[in-house]
């Protein structure tokens, strides 16, 4: 029972955030889905498009560089954009654009337009992720940011999920027939139908988000599952729980950013990280296809199973972090040791392509993909927890431009290999096996907690 002596004014205040604060999240869930699904389309359909236009393994990995290097430019800066322009209008602007952008595949006709469309998305979807890290830190607390990371990162794995049934079922069931006989996959189609999600996305945002004041930014806000009782011992613990007397957070301007070893550490993890996810998701379908031999009907079918057990890695991976902080455990403590036991299931990728059979595949893939998210549900909320005020967008998209560097390389590196090596996929798999590894070494010798220097003022930019 609520104390009387607490005004009824405000307790209508915080279900109201309650209910705000799950409508928002719910948002950042579906955002990152229909993020993914508009990338995911070219790769599922990456067989059919080759043998109507030609395209070599090569050819295909170009069309990923052009991407991958438009979301390196955008992971660093629409971070600054939203940052200096709010995140109601300019995750608006920027979803609305990535979704232009994927319906302008359906008129390409050349690997020259097709890459201007691919190029396109990329320096436009690079914005969900900036966005999303600012939200989570501006609406929820330390304590609860894992948890959250874990719910809305689960859109990319589940737009992976939905993205391949979805496709493949709209490609084959609107196909036109063919004049010497068999049908034609409607390609077209499944890249307008996808990218219309996104206009319905972009009306719920503007009518539901709003920023939380200055006040309530300053004091991190509470779950509205914990009640409030006054002159209660165990209240004094569930308070200081929740409003963590652990946060490492600190103010910084974004000058002295670029100095803080936690930023470089972040940068590296993703670096070696995010091409793992990239090599699931744009490489798993055409080897599948290809060296497993399975229709595109057959893909539709399987394909999603790998991302279905990383959406389970994103959402128990940030209940684990969150689990460990209300038990007092220091939020970095806490997500590293979340990291830490990702490192050491991501390995599994490395027997995928020495099974002999295509459940082979898919199993040792569940495992990659849901270690891979798990540890992402604890890396993508670090700059958050790390970092107060305007700088958090600054750093996610910093961080997440490692992550694209990183992508690029890989699919530079990838193309070349297997136009050289046809059907060689073996020492990739071994590659995406290592990254989580090595990540997790540079996490623990440069993220600690650290106080600012006396020379730096404490201050936002």
Not at 161 to 178: E, N
């Given at each position: 029972?609520?104390?009387?002596?607490?005004?009824?004014?405000?307790?209508?205040?915080?279900?109201?955030?309650?209910?705000?604060?799950?409508?928002?999240?719910?948002?950042?869930?579906?955002?990152?889905?229909?993020?993914?699904?508009?990338?995911?389309?070219?790769?599922?359909?990456?067989g059919p498009l080759s043998d109507e236009f030609g395209w070599s393994e090569g050819d295909f990995?170009?069309?990923?560089?052009?991407?991958?290097?438009?979301?390196?430019?955008?992971?660093?800066?629409?971070?600054?954009?939203?940052?200096?322009?709010?995140?109601?209008?300019?995750?608006?602007?920027?979803?609305?654009?990535?979704?232009?952008?994927?319906?302008?595949?359906?008129?390409?006709?050349?690997?020259?337009?097709?890459?201007?469309?691919?190029?396109?998305?990329?320096?436009?979807?690079?914005?969900?992720?900036?966005?999303?890290?600012?939200?989570?830190?501006?609406?929820?607390?330390?304590?609860?940011?894992?948890?959250?990371?874990?719910?809305?990162?689960?859109?990319?794995?589940?737009?992976?999920?939905?993205?391949?049934?979805?496709?493949?079922?709209?490609?084959?069931?609107?196909?036109?027939?063919?004049?010497?006989?068999?049908?034609?996959?409607?390609?077209?189609?499944?890249?307008?139908?996808?990218?219309?999600?996104?206009?319905?996305?972009?009306?719920?945002?503007?009518?539901?988000?709003?920023?939380?004041?200055?006040?309530?930014?300053?004091?991190?806000?509470?779950?509205?599952?914990?009640?409030?009782?006054?002159?209660?011992?165990?209240?004094?613990?569930?308070?200081?729980?929740?409003?963590?007397?652990?946060?490492?957070?600190?103010?910084?301007?974004?000058?002295?950013?670029?100095?803080?070893?936690?930023?470089?550490?972040?940068?590296?993890?993703?670096?070696?990280?995010?091409?793992?996810?990239?090599?699931?998701?744009?490489?798993?379908?055409?080897?599948?296809?290809?060296?497993?031999?399975?229709?595109?009907?057959?893909?539709?079918?399987?394909?999603?199973?790998?991302?279905?057990?990383?959406?389970?890695?994103?959402?128990?991976?940030?209940?684990?972090?969150?689990?460990?902080?209300?038990?007092?455990?220091?939020?970095?403590?806490?997500?590293?040791?979340?990291?830490?036991?990702?490192?050491?299931?991501?390995?599994?990728?490395?027997?995928?392509?020495?099974?002999?059979?295509?459940?082979?595949?898919?199993?040792?893939?569940?495992?990659?993909?849901?270690?891979?998210?798990?540890?992402?549900?604890?890396?993508?909320?670090?700059?958050?927890?790390?970092?107060?005020?305007?700088?958090?967008?600054?750093?996610?998209?910093?961080?997440?431009?490692?992550?694209?560097?990183?992508?690029?390389?890989?699919?530079?590196?990838?193309?070349?290999?297997?136009?050289?090596?046809?059907?060689?996929?073996?020492?990739?798999?071994?590659?995406?096996?290592?990254?989580?590894?090595?990540?997790?070494?540079?996490?623990?010798?440069?993220?600690?907690?650290?106080?600012?220097?006396?020379?730096?003022?404490?201050?936002?930019?």
């Amino acid at each position: 029972m609520p104390d009387p002596a607490t005004p009824p004014a405000t307790l209508p205040d915080n279900a109201r955030a309650g209910r705000r604060r799950a409508a928002i999240l719910a948002l950042l869930f579906f955002a990152t889905l229909i993020n993914y699904v508009d990338r995911q389309v070219l790769s599922i359909l990456k067989g059919p498009l080759s043998d109507e236009f030609g395209w070599s393994e090569g050819d295909f990995a170009r069309l990923v560089l052009g991407f991958q290097i438009a979301y390196a430019i955008g992971q660093a800066g629409s971070g600054v954009v939203l940052d200096r322009i709010g995140l109601r209008l300019g995750f608006v602007l920027f979803a609305a654009a990535w979704s232009c952008a994927a319906a302008s595949h359906a008129f390409a006709t050349t690997l020259v337009g097709f890459g201007i469309c691919r190029f396109l998305l990329g320096l436009t979807e690079a914005a969900n992720w900036p966005a999303a890290a600012k939200t989570t830190g501006e609406w929820f607390a330390p304590k609860d940011r894992a948890f959250a990371t874990g719910v809305w990162n689960t859109g990319s794995a589940t737009g992976a999920v939905i993205a391949a049934p979805l496709v493949t079922w709209i490609a084959i069931r609107f196909a036109t027939p063919l004049p010497e006989g068999g049908e034609r996959p409607n390609l077209q189609l499944a890249f307008v139908a996808t990218a219309s999600l996104g206009a319905v996305w972009i009306v719920f945002w503007w009518f539901i988000y709003r920023p939380r004041s200055a006040m309530q930014q300053a004091a991190p806000p509470q779950t509205p599952t914990l009640p409030q009782f006054r002159g209660s011992a165990a209240t004094a613990a569930a308070t200081a729980t929740a409003t963590d007397c652990a946060d490492p957070a600190i103010s910084v301007t974004r000058a002295q950013l670029l100095r803080r070893p936690e930023l470089w550490g972040l940068f590296v993890a993703r670096f070696v990280t995010d091409p793992v996810w990239w090599f699931f998701l744009l490489w798993l379908p055409g080897y599948l296809s290809k060296e497993r031999g399975l229709s595109l009907a057959e893909l539709g079918m399987i394909a999603w199973i790998p991302f279905l057990f990383a959406d389970l890695g994103s959402v128990l991976g940030g209940t684990a972090s969150s689990w460990l902080i209300r038990r007092g455990v220091p939020v970095l403590v806490a997500r590293k040791r979340i990291m830490l036991i990702a490192g050491c299931l991501t390995p599994f990728a490395i027997v995928a392509a020495r099974t002999g059979s295509v459940a082979g595949v898919i199993t040792c893939g569940s495992i990659a993909g849901f270690a891979h998210q798990w540890f992402a549900s604890s890396m993508l909320t670090l700059p958050a927890d790390l970092f107060r005020g305007p700088v958090v967008a600054t750093c996610s998209g910093l961080t997440g431009l490692g992550a694209t560097l990183g992508g690029i390389l890989a699919t530079i590196a990838t193309g070349s290999w297997l136009d050289a090596h046809p059907g060689g996929y073996g020492p990739l798999f071994v590659i995406a096996g290592i990254g989580h590894p090595l990540a997790v070494v540079a996490i623990y010798a440069l993220v600690r907690r650290r106080e600012p220097a006396q020379s730096e003022p404490q201050e936002y930019s």
